[in-house]
């Protein structure tokens, strides 16, 4: 319930609830801006990151490094939250999955999901560091609709990119995928095996 309240605060007195009187782990010149729910048992957000406006977070476990802009207008829900120092979240990104463990986000390093786009960590989304993610990306961890009794497509496996990894424009990433470091991908791309 708290939370839902904290939405109407300026950041400042966001923040100082947070930190002083729910326990959360905060750091210093923390922004949580104006219309922004944080619905999560744990938070850690460390040093000069900010949060919103008007962003939704639900994840069990939302650790969140130094440096990091998670901008106005976007969706995180999944079980847990794992962005590492420098991380740009653009404004329009969808991060949904089912709230069950494995259903995890890593992000590296100086790593950025630019806008438009929609991951689904259901298995587990792991990027690495210096990673481009552009615009309109689609990432999912599964992939069913009809009946596969009948012999209709099966597929779930967790997403791998790692490090210094360009996704431009509208790619399309299918489960159970790695790409290997320094991999460049051309837009409009759907990547449905692996890339070294």
């Not at 596969?148 to 990894?165: L, Q, S, T």
Request: include cysteine; aromatic fraction near 10%.
């Amino acid at each position: 319930m708290v939370s839902f309240l904290l939405v109407f605060f300026p950041s400042f007195i966001h923040v100082f609830i947070r930190k002083n009187i729910l326990g959360n782990k905060i750091g210093s010149n923390v922004k949580i801006k104006f219309g922004t729910l944080l619905l999560s048992s744990k938070i850690e957000i460390s040093d000069n990151s900010s949060v919103g406006p008007f962003t939704v977070i639900k994840a069990k476990s939302l650790k969140v490094g130094n440096n990091c802009k998670l901008s106005s207008l976007s969706l995180i829900k999944t079980y847990s939250v794992n962005f590492k120092n420098y991380v740009h979240i653009a404004p329009f990104v969808i991060i949904n999955a089912p709230m069950i463990k494995g259903a995890d986000i890593e992000i590296g390093h100086h790593s950025r999901v630019f806008p438009f786009c929609w991951l689904e960590p259901g298995e587990g989304i792991v990027i690495g560091s210096h990673v481009g993610i552009g615009g309109h990306n689609l990432i999912f961890t599964h992939g069913v609709w009809p009946n596969f009794v009948e012999g209709g497509p099966v597929a779930f496996g967790k997403v791998i990119i790692e490090d210094n990894v360009w996704l431009p424009w509208r790619v399309f990433i299918l489960p159970d995928i790695k790409i290997g470091k320094g991999a460049i991908i051309g837009a409009n791309s759907l990547i449905n095996k692996s890339i070294p």
